[in-house]
């Protein structure tokens, strides 16, 4: 998958202050056709061996009590019928097999789309939600953010751009010379917030269903309930749908594989259903562009492809029929890079960008911080001497800046030389000479 990474970025100490969506007790209360839902459950029937309310219940995500009304429709339609009892006790339940006309059901269903797993939610459900969730709703203090940056060394200045930036919920841009913590920056946002907000599994929008939930991208905050439903009896529901799974917000992070084609709807021609964009798996969360203007599409395309969204709050898909529908865009666009951003985008497109930060290098006094957090990170001593050392033989005579990366880049490759030369484990000034020639080239 190149540099994208997803499910990075979570805090661990969350809560939810936003009502999870209530489980629909009837077929009318889902808001999805019947048909859809008779398909659904006759392809989990007939791929599956389904035989049971409570195990399709707990495949489609829905109550007792719909999977109990869409056999009673099966049944009307002589598509299913009673196989008897799975024991002999009284409170057992029946088991149901298909037909012979329930399996032809089932094989041109499958022919239409080969979805087979948790009902979908509709369209105006979705956007509710999104609405409801929002991340600008998730005010960020100070000391939240300071926490949030406990483990990297970032400047009082630095946290003061920051903190506004986020809590506009708009976009940003993290710009400056490599290796100076952009991107350990960007991701390390996502540990200020500590709401869940829930994420469905998949989305109906005029018959074709489109998968949301995925595992490299979304976090449930129980991994242990996949939003599966507990009956122990016919008409035993969740107080909450099941088809929602409830989460931390998300963090998707995509570099220079990044293609205008993965910001659409991606229909797969075989199984005939859709996988959602990257900016809908990443809603009510962060969405970060690293490696921003490296992509083979132009930037200034790219910028474009978010004029819209980031101006309106909206963000506009199509149907490979046609059909174009509009969603809620809500998620903290946060673009990296280190190239000059006048040399990527035009100015309209920079003013579209609401908060543009740069990361410089650091000064000796953080340069310094960072090597003995590092150090300490790695179980190495700092002798009494050493950070002289390495400014006068080696940042002076190069002339180069101190960066962030440099004190991880000697010391693991100290260690790696330790290891070949079978010598003490420590940090050894032949081997940081060496470290140090590795950083650069001679042309």
Request: glycine content about 6%; charged content about 20%.
């Amino acid at each position: 998958m190149g540099k994208f990474e997803a499910g990075v970025g979570f805090s661990d100490n969350a809560d939810s202050p936003f009502e999870a969506p209530k489980s629909p007790h009837s077929i009318a209360e889902t808001g999805l056709d019947p048909r859809l839902l008779l398909n659904l459950t006759m392809k989990l029937m007939y791929l599956e061996g389904l035989d049971t309310i409570t195990a399709i219940s707990a495949t489609i995500k829905l109550s007792g009590a719909v999977i109990e009304e869409i056999l009673e429709e099966a049944r009307a339609l002589n598509l299913v019928e009673p196989l008897g009892s799975v024991s002999a006790a009284l409170n057992a339940e029946m088991r149901y097999g298909l037909m012979e006309k329930g399996r032809a059901w089932a094989l041109e269903a499958l022919a239409q789309n080969q979805y087979a797993g948790a009902a979908p939610v509709t369209l105006e459900q979705l956007s509710a939600q999104i609405r409801a969730q929002s991340i600008s709703h998730e005010n960020i203090v100070r000391p939240t953010l300071e926490e949030a940056f406990s483990k990297l060394i970032v400047a009082e200045e630095m946290l003061g751009r920051l903190g506004p930036a986020v809590n506009s919920a708009r976009s940003m841009l993290l710009y400056g010379p490599p290796g100076n913590g952009k991107s350990s920056i960007a991701t390390a946002l996502m540990q200020a917030y500590k709401h869940h907000v829930y994420i469905p599994h998949a989305l109906e929008v005029a018959g074709q269903i489109i998968s949301i939930y995925d595992n490299a991208v979304h976090r449930p905050t129980n991994p242990n309930d996949m939003g599966e439903t507990v009956a122990t009896s016919l008409r035993v529901s969740r107080k909450n749908d099941a088809r929602w799974v409830e989460c931390f917000r998300p963090v998707v992070m995509v570099g220079g594989e990044l293609s205008l084609e993965m910001l659409d709807l991606i229909h797969n021609p075989i199984a005939k259903f859709y996988e959602a964009p990257l900016q809908l798996k990443a809603m009510n969360g962060l969405f970060i562009i690293d490696d921003f203007g490296r992509q083979d599409h132009e930037p200034q395309a790219l910028v474009n492809r978010w004029i819209v969204p980031l101006e309106m709050g909206v963000d506009f898909l199509r149907l490979q029929s046609g059909r174009k529908f509009d969603i809620p865009f809500d998620c903290l666009l946060t673009f990296s890079t280190n190239i000059p951003p006048k040399s990527l985008i035009d100015g309209a497109g920079l003013r579209r960008i609401y908060h543009k930060i740069e990361i410089t290098y650091p000064p000796r006094s953080d340069w310094e911080k960072v090597f003995h957090l590092m150090a300490k990170h790695l179980d190495l001593e700092v002798e009494p001497g050493l950070l002289d050392w390495i400014v006068d033989e080696l940042y002076t005579p190069s002339g180069e800046p101190f960066s962030n990366f440099h004190p991880k880049f000697m010391m693991e490759q100290n260690l790696a030389m330790c290891g070949y030369h079978d010598v003490e484990r420590k940090i050894h000034k032949d081997f940081l000479k060496v470290a140090w020639a590795n950083l650069f080239t001679s042309e």
